[in-house]
């Protein structure tokens, strides 16, 4: 049941969220036409229709499953390792959590060129490009590989360590802190029954 509710909310997280993506980075590519949200999603929906929206729908959903899968493996390697007793213990939390984002981006670094690529449109990888639009995950890698060769596949890899770093890190040491804070609490009512 646990799976199915995690299936569920990351097909719907991501059907909100991709748009936002397409949009966000749009305006973060250089030269950017866009200055204003509403002009971004007004000249995507009007030149590419409401499909530019979710071109790279398949691409992040494909992207998350090895990406959580790769980040709660990790956690829970390094917190046998760093933490065997499994007690509540922030550093390890810390260190546990930035390590499995780091490594999860690291990993995945390949999918998220591809759904960038397929998000921006990126002229010159269009220009390589016969069809025109690059339409899926398989033209996608084929384009990426085309404009850069292997090597592009791991474009921004550094940054996208970075910045899972202190977020993975964050979220496993709040998690962790209130697993042990609501376990805790439960302990303390059932001994006071």
Request: proline fraction near 4%; hydrophobic fraction near 40%; charged fraction near 15%.
């Amino acid at each position: 049941m646990k799976s199915a509710a995690g299936c569920v909310a990351t097909l719907l997280h991501d059907a909100a969220m991709n748009p936002v993506e397409v949009v966000k980075q749009r305006m973060q590519m250089y030269n950017s036409p866009y200055h204003r949200v509403t002009d971004c999603v007004r000249a995507v929906w009007q030149n590419e229709g409401a499909g530019a929206f979710y071109r790279s729908y398949t691409t992040q959903l494909t992207m998350n499953v090895p990406f959580q899968a790769i980040h709660f493996m990790t956690y829970e390697f390094l917190q046998e390792h760093f933490n065997p007793q499994r007690r509540y213990n922030p550093s390890s939390h810390v260190l546990s959590g930035a390590c499995a984002g780091a490594v999860a981006a690291a990993a995945t670094t390949p999918l998220d060129v591809c759904k960038t690529l397929l998000n921006t449109q990126e002229s010159l990888a269009l220009n390589s490009n016969l069809t025109g639009h690059i339409t899926g995950m398989a033209s996608a890698f084929r384009t990426v590989y085309q404009v850069g060769g292997v090597t592009a596949y791991f474009r921004g890899v550094q940054a996208r360590v970075i910045y899972q770093i202190p977020s993975t890190a964050i979220a496993w040491s709040v998690y962790e802190f209130f697993k042990y804070l609501i376990t805790k609490r439960q302990e303390e009512w059932r001994a006071g029954k």
